[in-house]
């Protein structure tokens, strides 16, 4: 079992920055590709971003590339979402996810998840 643990969100300004971690505890976690989603209120949960077993291979959803920046510590067991930039369109629930693969997995391929992290961004 593997479980994840999003830190705190918050409110920022748009233009500002924000960044969110993600601790996995339980199997090793150098074992799983990992992924960021948000879900913003009356709105399905969309892909972010994410980040290969290794680190080496990113892939963001194109209403982030350039302004998020996914990374991963093997060695703390702590996935990052650094977030600049950031809009109104932004705010949402953050979820970060694992997967038991090596690559960048398809969005149906997480099998674990962590609880959320709201994040406002005011305009």
């Known amino acids: 079992q593997v479980q994840l643990v999003e830190s705190a969100g918050g409110l920022v300004q748009a233009g500002g920055s924000l960044r969110l971690s993600c601790a996995v505890s339980?199997?090793?976690?150098?074992?799983?590709?990992m992924g960021w989603f948000r879900q913003a209120p009356g709105k399905e949960r969309e892909f972010v971003a994410a980040?290969?077993?290794?680190?080496?291979?990113?892939y963001y959803a194109d209403s982030v590339k350039g302004r998020f920046t996914i990374s991963r510590d093997n060695a703390i067991n702590t996935l990052y979402l650094q977030m600049n930039n950031l809009k109104p369109e932004d705010m949402a629930v953050y979820y970060c996810?694992?997967?038991?693969?090596?690559?960048?997995?398809?969005?149906?391929?997480?099998?674990?998840w962590g609880q959320g992290t709201q994040v406002i961004v005011s305009s």
């Open positions: 339980g199997r090793p976690f150098s074992s799983y590709a």
């Open positions: 996810a694992a997967a038991s693969t090596a690559g960048i997995p398809g969005s149906g391929k997480y099998d674990y």
């Open positions: 980040i290969s077993w290794t680190g080496r291979t990113t």
